[in-house]
C-alpha cells in the first residue's frame, strides 16, 4: 500500500490512527519485519511514573530513575524533589539543588524540598544561615514530620557552633 492509498484510507475513516502510523512506519523503513506499536497517550499517571522511578533508585537505576521523574515532573511539582533526591545520590549537587528550588518554586508549602536543601547545604558544609531558615521553615509547613527536620536543624546548628 503506497502513501497516498494510506492517507486516503485514513481520511476515508477505514483505517485507525494507530494502523496508519503502523502502515506509514512500514512504507518508509520498506519492510516491515516486526511490527511496532506506536503508543499515542502515556498510560502512566504522574503518580504512577514517581513509583516506577522509586523502582528504579532502589536498585540503583539513578539513570532510568531520573526519566520516569522528569516525566512526572510535568505534571507532578513534587516529581521535582525526587530529582533533587536522585541528583544528591550521584553527588551532582549542583542539579540536586537546582531541583530543589524548582519543587520549592512549583509547590511552595512541599516541606521536604527546604529539608532536603537544607541537608544539600548541611552536606557541602556551606550556606548554614541559609540551611538553618530553609530546615526551621520546613518544621513550619509540616508540622507532622517536625521531627525529622528538627534533626536537620539539630545537625546545622552544631555545625555552625563547631570551631573551624
Known amino acids: 500500500m503506497g502513501k497516498d492509498k494510506i492517507l486516503d484510507a485514513l481520511h476515508k475513516g477505514k483505517m485507525s490512527k494507530v494502523a496508519v502510523l503502523f502502515a506509514l512506519h512500514c512504507w518508509f523503513l520498506t519492510g516491515c519485519a516486526l511490527p511496532r506499536i506506536i503508543v499515542l497517550d502515556d498510560p502512566l ?4 511514573h514517581i513509583n516506577l522511578g522509586v523502582a528504579y533508585e532502589n ?6 530513575a531520573i526519566k520516569e521523574y522528569e516525566i ?3 505534571n507532578l511539582p513534587l516529581a521535582y524533589v525526587y530529582l533533587g533526591n536522585v541528583s544528591f545520590q550521584k553527588n551532582e549537587f549542583g542539579d540536586a539543588e537546582g531541583y530543589y528550588r524548582k519543587a520549592m518554586e512549583k509547590d511552595p508549602k ?3 524540598a ?3 536543601l537544607a541537608w544539600l547545604y548541611y552536606t557541602e558544609k556551606e550556606r548554614l544561615g541559609e540551611a538553618e ?4 521553615k520546613a518544621g ?6 517536625r521531627e525529622i ?6 545537625k546545622i546548628r552544631a555545625l555552625k557552633s563547631a570551631p573551624p
Open 45 to 48: 499517571s504522574p503518580e504512577e
Open 59 to 64: 536498585r540503583g537505576e539513578f539513570d532510568s
Open 72 to 74: 512526572a515532573s510535568k
Open 110 to 112: 512541599n516541606a521536604d
Open 114 to 116: 527546604y529539608n532536603n
Open 133 to 136: 531558615a530553609l530546615a526551621l
Open 140 to 145: 513550619e509547613l509540616n508540622p507532622a514530620k
Open 149 to 154: 527536620y528538627e534533626d536537620t536543624l539539630q
